[in-house]
């Protein structure tokens, strides 16, 4: 919006007016697709973001991404890996590179690591 000129708020509006108009199915947006650029921008490794991808699958398995923003679950999925994994990341890198706030993260942090804790082994 901001190269435009236009408001985020009318882009977004346009957006869905387009959409409904040609009649467009358009999918929820995968958060498995955001974890590799997240998880490269933390210079995070392989196993972190394949253990971000296993909370992420967990959550979907538990229903607990169901309107939840992919990018937020995502962000919370590649915070949530780094701890399990010993990386040291913070909730403040992860928002900085996810663009999201740090309380998005948390909420969704403790959602994924609740739907963990409940699935079966």
């Given at each position: 919006s901001a190269v435009s000129r236009v408001e985020k708020d009318e882009i977004a509006r346009t957006y869905r007016?387009?959409?409904?108009?040609?009649?467009?199915?358009?999918q929820p947006a995968d958060p498995e697709s955001y974890?590799?650029?997240?998880?490269?921008?933390?210079?995070?490794?392989?196993?972190?973001?394949r253990r971000a991808r296993q909370l992420l699958k967990t959550a979907k398995d538990a229903e607990i991404h169901s309107g939840k923003s992919p990018v937020g679950l995502a962000a919370a999925a590649v915070y949530a890996a780094a701890l399990l994994t010993n990386e040291?990341?913070?909730?403040?890198?992860?928002?900085?590179?996810?663009?999201?706030?740090?309380?998005?993260?948390?909420?969704?942090?403790?959602e994924l690591l609740e739907a963990e804790e409940g699935a079966p082994v």
């Open positions: 007016y387009v959409v409904r108009e040609l009649g467009l199915e358009i974890v590799p650029r997240f998880a490269s921008d933390l210079d995070l490794p392989d196993e972190t973001e040291k990341v913070t909730q403040n890198d992860v928002s900085e590179v996810a663009s999201i706030s740090e309380v998005t993260i948390r909420n969704r942090y403790h």
